[in-house]
Every structure is written in structure tokens, then in C-alpha cells.
């Protein structure tokens, strides 16, 4: 079994910073590609950022220059670091994982999802 737990999200102010973090945790051989995505309501779920193993990233246009994705290979952890946080960046946050596991397959996996408020 391979679980995705994020954490840190909350109601910020606009302008206001918030760093996320998503832990991957299980039968885990191998860890590529890592990364963050949300759903505003009403609105269909969209790419924020995401991050390959190598390192190499990509974002969205309406977050890039503000967020930051990351990653501790060690820890099995991805994070996302926003800052200047408009409202709307108000969604649901959601990791995923493209995960090598002990199924002996590679598997897309994604967490629970966090809030994220953005409000004055």
C-alpha cells in the first residue's frame, strides 16, 4: 500500500505565504514524478507544479514567480512553498505520485487534499 498525506494548508492572508507538504509512505521501490494540483469550486482540477525526479520543474503560468515546488528524495516528500497568495488561489491542494511500488508496477497515487483559504 502507497498513501499520500499532505499537511499545511489554512486560511492566509492575500499576500500571505503557506508551504505544503506531502509525505509518501508504503512499499515504496522508486519515487519519479511528484506533484501539486487544485480544485477551486466549481471549477475543474488543473496543474500547479510538478517536479521529476531528476529535479527539472514546470508550473502553471498563474503560479509561477510566486510558488515553489521541492523535494527531499530521503524523506520521500514533496513540498510546495507559495508566497504573495492571492484569493484566487483559494482550492483545494491535492500531491500526487507516480510511485514504483512493491505491486511491481508504476502506479499514479494521490493524497486526501488540503485547504487553502485565501482571504482578508
Known amino acids: 500500500q502507497v498513501q499520500l498525506v499532505e499537511s499545511g494548508g489554512g486560511l492566509v492572508q492575500p499576500g500571505g505565504s503557506l508551504r505544503l507538504s506531502c509525505a509518501v509512505s508504503?512499499?515504496?521501490?522508486?519515487?519519479?514524478?511528484m506533484g501539486w494540483h487544485r480544485q477551486a469550486p466549481g471549477k475543474q482540477r488543473e496543474l500547479v507544479a510538478e517536479?521529476?525526479?531528476?529535479?527539472?520543474?514546470i508550473y502553471a503560468d498563474s503560479v509561477k514567480g510566486r510558488f515553489t515546488i521541492s523535494r527531499d528524495n530521503a524523506e520521500n516528500t514533496v513540498y510546495l512553498s507559495m508566497s504573495s497568495l492571492k484569493p484566487e488561489d483559494t482550492a483545494v491542494y491535492y500531491c500526487?505520485?507516480?510511485?514504483?511500488?512493491?505491486?511491481?508496477?508504476?502506479?499514479?497515487?494521490w493524497g486526501q487534499g488540503t485547504q487553502v483559504t485565501v482571504s482578508s
Open positions: 500526487n505520485a507516480d510511485v514504483f511500488s512493491s505491486a511491481l508496477r508504476i502506479r499514479n497515487y
Open positions: 517536479i521529476r525526479s531528476g529535479g527539472s520543474t
Open positions: 508504503g512499499s515504496i521501490f522508486s519515487i519519479y514524478t
